[in-house]
């Protein structure tokens, strides 16, 4: 990389920079290109390979001679006739369209709160921004405590009925999801609150001064100026958090495990059980190259409209 | 319309006074035009006007009735801001429409003052253009239209033109001028240039560091300014100031101003001049007001600027500096070298040299 | 902005509830990890939410030092997935940041590897289990399961679109006039980079080194598949303690919580400013 030499003439030195520079260049997006290409390729090739056989460590070959249990695409068909596998789409879809919208607002109210001065600002935003900061399995362990039918949550509850409430939220199908759904908001609408507020300040102030002085109340002001000026942000930040719902793992599974029975089931725990636990391999590298396809497909076209709506 | 009286109005920013004791008042449908440089309180004031900033102590009245206690939204007031800050996101009919809107007007009639406000803006080719990307012509009357479509009683504009090149500035001045004729509003104008004040304003308000020095029409200001400030701040070049000892010979008083010469005073000046404790006393008069023909002042010659009709002449003598503005027609002085002049008796402005107040004559 | 008295207090009643709700979790797993193993078992299912005796007992105990209230001492101590923690986040966060700032200068002043934008941020789109099977026969038949440098390896390449969209928004926002000065003085590209643009970047590396590292310290599912007992990170083990004994680590895996979850978090706060944009990839700044 030393023989990389700017030795030019100063004439030159508005050229120089593109074409001298190219080489370093190359050499430094060297390692990146290659850790990526290194997690891309093989495990995408070794996938393909993989999921049109009947393969499992259990069968005692090595993955190479996979072929030898060969069964085309048995594996897919399998999947879309797999109830436990649609169950645990399902569930994961039921958790993003609660969660986002739920979290969305929090945090777009909390912004609201938090656009003026006040006293005490920097201290209070710094806390709001501490349950997102919480190791994840952590904070799965710290909600599987407080759902407990002994713990805090249900203490808190008996302060408003007059027999003591000893819900037990992780041993029902339908409060386990709930006490899941509860930590995820705990967790992630701190990352709401931040980004939402960071586009709000972005607003440009005499718009809003200017809406003021032709009459405008709050709430137009809101609705008219403020929200369709963010709308990119907004974008952005339901793009990130749908993106990662739908990964949704170490909270919830040290939570619950998934249970009861396949009650908190989502897509990450379900194919992490059939990896661990059944050991078919082959069929879980059809389902990752199923969704493989399906997000690749979608995420190209957010991604064009992404970039023709900022041409426009 | 409405007659805007500003009373001991003043604003402080912690340890900072933006603006102190403020007493002036704006006619009905008169083009006020509050000028001074960077930081001197106009906008301040403006804002208190708006309702943008409370005041600090001192009363703001619309029509007699005391508005600081108004809200913003409701004291019926126009504002352009310095960027328009026009609704870039919206189309251009959104724009005039937002106001109609945000006070419950109906739909029809919106559309009918949207038709009839874009016909006198000629902004009906496009009004349905969305607002960002347009020319910043069109954007200063979008800007004046969206206001004015609520027919206020009183506008606001905050140095509108100081985003504009310097070619367009004229233009856009003088569409400014005729439409305020049109609306017959009371308009409140801040600016720093005082080119542009002297050329649209009915009167002007000098400010300097947050305190109100002059108050008049443009020729009152130019030919009588309040202090020494206000005379070197209008005119370009602004008004000569030069030191000088009063002295007395036989029935003559003049006022000598060392290296350069002696000014004969006038009897009005000669009455003015007894106010001053001391035989110091500053010399005022405009470029523009040289005498080539005259005798009398002897400066040398520095720079020699020909700008096309006219021709500034740079002079100086020891620390003096002074300068004169001569029509390209007349023989020029040559540079590097003494030239003598004369200036006008009744041009000539005294100033008490420690406080820069001007000092009038007490008989006529 | 003035704001009327009646919308201020709403403002703080409202906010100081959400900051009530944001902390108490974290202030009771902490206050837990100080519980002695008396008040834990006493009425059985009753957790209570203060300490009457607070005790350092529970991080004594996870440490081997058991205590005569306890029935059972454990198999592992937590001295090792500590360690494990600390080693593979740091490596994870070397690797990551090494490869990620040598690209994003790449991109930012030459214009080099202009697919890696989108290939970064496919990689962030991607449940981590979608790829880990083939990760996990690679690893294995390369020997690195259960492995330090298996383990920072991934993590490396996991949180290499981070550092990479972090560096290469803050080497955007750097003016290139400093750089072009010591150009024209004739100093190489590598030496301009190396001894120029890298001291100057000092602030923006440490604030992405350490939200790399949070990243890679709070991971648990690619431990969990890629680890076994030698390299456990905290995470793991604290999960794996649950299976043998009930009731009685309570404050043992609180201790252990505390102990995970407090340096992140004051990290977090030291690097708040850049968290919108790192979680943005650079979309937004602060």
Known sequence: MTNVSTMTPVADQPEAPAKSGARLGLWLTLPAQLLVLFIALFPILMQVYISLTDWSPLDGIPWWRAHELWIGLLNYSDLIADSRFWGAMWRTLFVMAVCVPVQFLLGLGLAVLFVDDFRGKRVLYSTLLVPMMVVPAVAGYMFFMLFQSGGPVNDLLSIFTSDPVRIAWLSDPDLALIAVMVADIWQWTPLMFLILLAGMISVPQDQQMAAILLGASWWRRFFTIVLPRMKSIIIIALAIRVIEIFKIFDTLFIMTGGGPGVATETISVYIYKVTQQELIWSYVAAIALAILIVLSVVSVFAIKRMQRGQET | MSEIVLESLGKTFGDFTALADMNLTIANGEFMALLGPSGCGKSTTMNMIAGMLRPSCGAIRFNGQDVVDVPMAKRGVGFVFQNYAIFTHMSVRENLAYGLRAQGVPTADIKKRIQAFAELLQLESMLNRRAAGLSVNILQRLAIGRSAILEPAIFLLDEPLSNVDAAFRAVMRSELKSLQGQFGQTMVYVTHDQLEAMTMADRIAVMDHGKLLQVGTPLEIYNNPADTFVAKFIGAPGMNILQGRLSQSADVASVGVPGVGSIPLSPALQSAVRQLTGPEVQVGFRPEQVNVAGAGLTMHVGLVERIGARTIVHLERGETTAKAVLPADVALPKAQSDWTFAVPQEDIRLFDPKSGQALKARTH | ?286
Request: one cysteine or more; charged letters at 15%.
């Open chain 3, 1 to 286: 902005m003035q704001r009327s008295i009646s919308f201020e207090v709403f403002r703080y009643a409202v906010i100081l509830a959400i900051v009530a709700i944001s902390l108490v979790p974290t202030l009771w797993m902490i206050s837990m990890a100080f519980k002695p193993i008396a008040e834990w078992s006493a009425a059985g299912a009753d957790l209570t939410w203060w300490p009457r005796n607070p005790t350092l007992d529970n991080f004594r105990f996870i440490f081997g030092q058991s205590s005569t209230d306890l029935i059972v001492a454990l198999e592992r101590t937590a001295g090792r997935p500590i360690f494990a923690s600390l080693l593979t986040a740091t490596l994870g966060t070397v690797i990551a940041m090494t490869a990620g700032t040598s690209a994003a200068y790449g991109l930012s002043r030459f214009g080099q590897g202009g697919n890696l934008p989108l290939a970064l941020i496919q990689l962030r789109l991607f449940p981590p289990m979608a790829v880990m099977i083939p990760v996990m026969i690679m690893w294995s038949f390369l020997g690195l399961i259960d492995n330090w440098f298996g383990l920072s390896l991934i993590y490396g390449i996991v949180t290499l679109p981070f550092a990479f969209w972090l560096m290469k928004t803050f080497f955007d926002d750097m003016p290139r006039e400093i750089e072009d000065a010591a150009l024209v003085e004739g100093c190489t590209r590598w030496r301009v980079f190396v001894r120029i643009t890298l001291p100057m970047m000092r602030p923006a590396l440490a604030s992405s080194a350490l939200f790399v590292f949070i990243l890679n310290w709070s991971d648990y599912l690619i431990a969990l598949l890629l680890t076994t007992r030698d390299w456990a990170t905290i995470p793991v083990y604290m999960a794996s303690l649950s299976s043998s004994m009930t009731g009685q680590l309570y404050g043992a895996k609180a201790a252990l919580g505390v102990i995970a979850a407090v340096p992140p978090i004051i990290m977090g706060i030291a690097i708040q400013k850049h968290l919108v944009r790192g979680l943005t990839f650079g979309a937004l700044k602060e």
